[in-house]
Nanobody, 121 residues
Framework: QVQLVESGGGLVQAGGSLRLSCAAS????????MGWYRQAPGKQRELVAT???????NYADSVKGRFTISRVNFKNTVYLQMNSLKPEDTAVYYC???????????????WGQGTQVTVSL
């Protein structure tokens, strides 16, 4: 089994910052791409940012220049630094990881439970 545990969400005023963390644990051999997604009420889940195990990052246009994704491979942890937050960033943020488990010859995508981010005016 693999678990992804997120932390760092909360309530912040517009223009403020938050840092999300997501730690993977369990029977892990290696982790490929990790990422953050978000889902606002009444909307579909959307990609926020991803990062490969080599450190290449990809961002949604709506967060470029404001959010930074990073990871520490030996900790199996991914972070999302969110600056200049806007009310439209309000959503539940989900961590995602493509995990190669010990004894299983293919990667499986796992999701965290989600953490609420609320940005007020």
């Amino acid at each position: 089994q693999v678990q992804l545990v997120e932390s760092g969400g909360g309530l912040v005023q517009a223009g403020g910052s938050l840092r999300l963390s997501c730690a993977a644990s369990g029977s892990i051999f290696s982790i490929g791409t990790m990422g953050w997604y978000r889902q606002a009420p009444g909307k579909q889940r959307e990609l926020v940012a991803t990062i490969t195990d080599g450190g290449s990052a990809n961002y949604a246009d709506s967060v470029k220049g404001r959010f930074t994704i990073s990871r520490v491979n030996f900790k199996n942890t991914v972070y999302l630094q969110m600056n200049s937050l806007k009310p439209e960033d309000t959503a539940v943020y989900y961590c995602n990881a493509n995990v190669l488990r010990r004894g299983i010859p293919y990667s499986v995508a796992y999701w965290g439970q989600g953490t609420q981010v609320t940005v007020s005016l």
